[in-house]
């Protein structure tokens, strides 16, 4: 089945770049997607991108997407403590019905 | 604020018993999916309802059920409860079981079974 996969832990000072990867098995993936989640809290979608695209700049955030390598990355410029949360890669397709399928989530530690 | 308000918040439960969790959907919205969260893990797709019936569902047993209400409103009902089902429960809405771009998460129901 399709898989998803993220390193869990990521560590950075404030006001340096946060780089969060994820991997992919499902080829036919049509959509990918970063979500945040703070602590106690639900998923928030911060953005998302289409597979014909290569890479989507919203503020602060920038994905890129290498579809031959199957490798998604969200940068986040200028991190603030505000940042602090686990943050999940999800993928999409038509094959399932674009019910998502998320990775284990990434855990954005932002220090001073 | 997303809209999407589910309840009760937290909720604890003994082995065999049954539970109900809620979730009233944003305004405007047709589509309710539930997703199980355990600890540690990504969301788990539980199923989907798109007016009033089912349109998907993951790898669950049968104890898993649902229904969704003619204000669109859900809720999920789990019978036999085991200690794995102690997890955060999340539903999401949206308009049309589209390309879930524009779901939106409320802020789950953390279960306990003991």
Same mark, same amino acid.
């Given at each position: 089945?399709?898989?998803?996969?993220?390193?869990?832990?990521?560590?950075?000072?404030?006001?340096?770049?946060?780089v969060?990867?994820?991997?992919?098995? *499902?080829?036919?993936? &049509?959509? !990918?997607?970063?979500y $945040?989640?703070?602590?106690?809290?639900g998923?928030?979608?911060? =953005?998302?991108i289409?597979?014909?695209?290569?890479?989507?700049? *919203?503020?602060?955030? &920038?994905? !890129?997407?290498?579809? $031959?390598?199957?490798?998604?990355?969200?940068?986040?410029?200028? =991190?603030?403590?505000?940042?602090?949360?686990?943050?999940?890669?999800?993928?999409?397709?038509?094959?399932?019905?674009?019910?998502?399928?998320?990775?284990?989530?990434?855990?954005?530690?932002?220090?001073p | 604020?997303?809209?999407?308000?589910q309840?009760?918040?937290?909720?604890?439960?003994t082995?065999?018993?049954?539970?109900?969790?809620?979730?009233?959907?944003?305004?405007?919205?047709?589509?309710?999916?539930?997703?199980?969260?355990?600890?540690?893990?990504?969301?788990?797709?539980?199923?989907?309802?798109?007016?009033?019936?089912?349109?998907?569902?993951?790898?669950?047993?049968?104890?898993f059920?649902?229904?969704?209400?003619?204000?669109?409103?859900?809720?999920?009902?789990?019978?036999?409860l085991?200690?794995?089902?102690?997890?955060?429960?999340?539903?999401?809405?949206?308009?049309?079981?589209?390309?879930?771009?524009?779901?939106?998460?409320?802020?789950?129901?953390?279960?306990?079974?003991?």
């Open positions: 089945g399709e898989d998803v996969e993220q390193s869990l832990f990521l560590s950075v000072r404030e006001g340096d770049s946060s969060i990867n994820c991997t992919y098995t *499902d080829s036919s993936s &049509t959509y !990918l997607y970063w $945040k989640q703070e602590p106690g809290a998923l928030q979608l911060l =953005t998302y289409f597979s014909n695209m290569d890479m989507k700049q *919203d503020q602060r955030l &920038t994905v !890129l997407l290498n579809k $031959k390598d199957k490798h998604l990355s969200l940068r986040i410029a200028d =991190t603030q403590t505000g940042d602090s949360a686990i943050y999940f890669c999800a993928e999409s397709s038509s094959g399932g019905s674009y019910i998502p399928t998320f990775g284990r989530g990434t855990s954005l530690i932002v220090h | 604020e997303t809209g999407v308000t309840s009760p918040t937290h909720l604890i439960k082995r065999g018993q049954q539970v109900t969790l809620r979730c009233s959907s944003q305004s405007g919205h047709n589509t309710v999916s539930w997703y199980q969260q355990a600890l540690g893990q990504g969301p788990q797709f539980i199923f989907q309802y798109y007016r009033e019936e089912e349109n998907g569902r993951g790898n669950f047993p049968p104890r059920s649902g229904l969704q209400f003619p204000n669109y409103s859900s809720e999920l009902n789990v019978n036999a085991e200690l794995d089902d102690s997890a955060l429960y999340l539903c999401a809405s949206s308009l049309d079981s589209g390309t879930n771009t524009e779901a939106f998460f409320g802020q789950g129901t953390r279960l306990t079974v003991v």
